[in-house]
C-alpha cells in the first residue's frame, strides 16, 4: 500500500488558493476609468486628443471607445467643425462589464474673423440680369448679418443689384465684427448689351471651283453666284437687329477639300429694290478674309470658326441715307477643289462638295448716336503681281497706285486694307515674307511684313498631314521664317486712321519692292476701301 505525503496535499491545497485570489483580484483590478483631454477649449478645426486611463494607473486609449454626443468617433483625436459644446465619454470593455469614463464638455470657439472676401455670381452678366453678392469670412464661415453691400459707394437694400445701363460698376461689403468694421477688396461688375446673333448663311455648301456651276436647290432668299460664291440680301429686320458694336463670324466645315484654300466675305451694295447681278452691284467691298485649314472631314475637328470685328459695317448698314440708296446683299466665298480629297479622303471618292459655310452676324440691343456715313471702294480683290501688266503699274515691279474721288469731304476716317501673298510654287510668295509699303496721298501711312506670329494655334484645326505643319511643332522662330498667314486663321484686316479727308481725288498705292513671283507665278490680292463721318 502507497503512503501519500501530506506535504504535497499541502502544496496542492496552497497553490489553488494562491491561483483563486490571483484571478479574483485581476478581474476586480479595473473598476473605473478616467477621461483626459489636451485640450479642453479649441478653436473649430483644431485638434484635441483623448487619454484613458484605468484606476490601476493603467493606459488604456488603445483598447477603448470614445464618443462625441452619443456618437462613435473612430480614433481618440476630435476636430470641431463648428463651435459650441461638445460631450465627450469613452468606455472600456472589462470582461463582460462595459465601463464608463466621467464626462467631459469639449467646449469649440469659432475662428476669429481677421478680414471678408466679396464675391460676385457671375461678374459679368447682359442687361436685364442681376448680381448676387456674398461675403464669406476669413473664417471661411458664409456671413448674412451685419453685412452692407454697395456699388459704386452706394449701399444696397439687399445682397441683389440688377443694373439698368451696361458697363462697369465697382462693388465692396462691410461687416461688424462685433464693432469692429471689416471692409472687402472691391470687385468688378461688368454689364454688357444683351448679344444678338443674325445667321445670314447656314451650312450652305461650296462645290468644286473650276467645274461647271451646279444646280442643287439653295436655301430660300439666297442666290449662287458659282460654286464658290453665295449671295443673300440683308432684310430689314436683320439690320434693326445690329448695333453700333458688331463681330462677323465665319464657320467652315470639312467636306471634300483637304487643303488650304482663300476665302472672303464681301458687302455689294445694289440699287434699291433691283434684283442682285453683277451689273446692279454699285460698290463692293470685302470685308473679310481667312484660310481654310487642312481638313479631312473624317477626323475632329471638322470646322473652324473665324471672327472679324466690324462695327464700321454697323454705321453703314443702319445709315439711312445709304439705306435709301442700296440694298446690301452679302457674299461668302470660298473656292476649292476636290481632286486631292478624291484619292487622299475616305468617303469622297467621286465627289464635288468641298467646303460647308455659315456666317453671322454678333451685335448688341445697345442704341446709340448714329452719324451720317460715306464709303469710298478703293480696289477690291484685284491681284497685284510684277509680271502682267494688269497686276503693276510698271511690268517687272511690283506696284500699284489707285487715284478716286471722295464725293464729300469725312472725319474721322479710315483706311481698310486686305492683303494676303500666295505662290505655293517652290520659292513662291506664299513662304517668303516680304515688306509691303502702304502710301495715301503720296505719303508712306505704313510699312509692315505680314505674318510674324506662331501658328501652332492653328495646328488642332489642320488634321489632314501637310507640309506647313509637317509632324513636329514649330518654333515662333521657325514660323517667322517663311509664315505669311497660318491655315485655319483669319487675314488680318489693317486699319489706318486718316482723320479728315476732303472731297476730291485722292491715291492710294501699295509697294512690295523685294516681291519675285518666281516662274511668273503666285498673287497678293488687294483689297482697300475708305469709310467716314459725314
Request: hydrophobic letters at 35%; proline letters at 5%.
Amino acid at each position: 500500500m502507497k503512503i501519500t505525503s501530506t506535504r504535497f496535499f499541502t502544496f496542492i491545497a496552497a497553490f489553488m488558493v494562491l491561483l483563486s485570489c490571483s484571478k479574483d483580484e485581476d478581474e476586480a483590478g479595473i473598476s473605473s476609468v478616467v477621461l483626459s483631454a489636451t485640450a479642453t477649449t479649441v478653436q473649430v478645426g483644431d485638434m484635441t486628443t483623448f487619454t484613458l486611463l484605468a484606476n490601476t494607473n493603467e493606459d488604456v486609449t488603445s483598447t477603448a471607445t470614445f464618443f462625441v454626443d452619443d456618437v462613435e468617433i473612430p480614433s481618440n483625436t476630435f476636430s470641431p467643425t463648428e463651435a459650441g459644446e461638445y460631450t465627450v465619454v469613452a468606455k472600456y470593455l472589462s470582461g463582460d462589464e462595459t465601463i464608463v469614463s466621467n464626462t467631459l464638455i469639449i467646449t469649440a470657439t469659432a475662428i476669429p474673423i481677421t478680414g471678408i472676401t466679396l464675391n460676385a455670381t457671375p461678374e459679368i452678366i447682359e442687361i436685364g440680369e442681376s448680381f448676387t453678392l456674398s461675403v464669406v469670412a476669413s473664417n471661411q464661415a458664409q456671413l448674412t448679418t451685419g453685412v452692407t453691400y454697395f456699388v459704386n459707394d452706394t449701399p444696397l437694400d439687399s445682397n441683389v443689384f440688377t443694373p439698368t445701363a451696361t458697363g462697369t460698376y465697382t462693388a465692396k461689403a462691410t461687416f461688424d465684427n462685433d464693432g469692429q468694421l471689416l471692409t472687402s477688396p472691391e470687385v468688378t461688375l461688368t454689364v454688357t448689351a444683351v448679344m444678338t446673333e443674325v445667321t445670314i448663311f447656314n451650312e450652305v455648301v461650296f462645290y468644286d471651283g473650276y467645274a461647271a456651276t451646279v444646280n442643287e436647290p439653295v436655301q430660300p432668299g439666297m442666290i449662287r453666284k458659282s460654286n464658290a460664291s453665295y449671295v443673300t440680301k440683308l432684310t430689314p429686320t436683320h439690320i434693326a437687329s445690329l448695333s453700333n458694336k458688331l463681330k462677323l463670324q465665319v464657320t467652315i466645315g470639312a467636306l471634300c477639300d483637304n487643303y488650304d484654300r482663300i476665302g472672303g466675305v464681301f458687302v455689294n451694295m445694289v440699287n434699291k429694290g433691283e434684283a442682285f447681278s453683277e451689273d446692279n452691284v454699285a460698290k463692293r467691298l470685302e470685308v473679310g478674309r481667312f484660310i481654310t485649314p487642312f481638313m479631312n472631314k473624317n477626323i475632329s475637328p471638322t470646322q473652324v470658326d473665324y471672327l472679324f470685328e466690324t462695327d464700321n459695317l454697323a454705321l453703314l448698314f443702319n445709315d439711312p441715307a445709304i439705306n435709301d440708296m442700296y440694298d446690301f446683299w452679302i457674299e461668302l466665298n470660298v473656292f476649292g477643289v476636290p481632286y486631292a480629297a478624291n484619292e487622299q479622303v475616305a468617303g469622297c471618292s467621286g465627289r464635288n462638295d468641298v467646303f460647308e459655310g455659315t456666317l453671322k452676324f454678333i451685335s448688341t440691343d445697345e442704341t446709340y448716336e448714329h452719324t451720317n456715313q460715306l464709303v469710298v471702294p478703293i480696289v477690291t480683290y484685284k491681284e497685284l503681281k510684277n509680271y502682267d501688266t494688269s497686276g503693276t503699274d510698271i511690268l517687272g515691279e511690283t506696284v500699284r497706285t489707285y487715284t478716286f474721288n471722295v464725293p464729300s469731304s469725312i472725319t474721322n476716317a479710315k483706311l481698310y486694307v486686305i492683303t494676303s501673298n500666295h505662290g505655293a510654287n517652290a520659292g513662291g510668295e506664299e513662304y517668303n515674307r516680304r515688306e509691303h509699303f502702304i502710301y495715301f496721298d503720296g505719303s508712306l501711312t505704313d510699312m509692315y511684313v505680314p505674318g510674324g506670329k506662331s501658328c501652332e494655334p492653328f495646328r488642332m484645326y489642320n488634321t489632314q498631314p501637310n507640309g506647313i505643319y509637317g509632324p513636329n511643332p514649330r518654333s515662333l522662330a521657325q514660323w517667322q521664317s517663311f509664315s505669311n498667314w497660318c491655315p485655319g486663321d483669319i487675314i488680318p484686316i489693317r486699319v489706318y486712321e486718316l482723320d479728315n479727308v476732303n472731297q476730291g481725288s485722292h491715291t492710294f498705292k501699295i509697294e512690295v519692292p523685294d516681291a519675285e513671283f518666281v516662274d511668273d507665278q503666285g498673287y497678293i490680292p488687294v483689297s482697300v476701301y475708305i469709310q467716314g463721318d459725314l
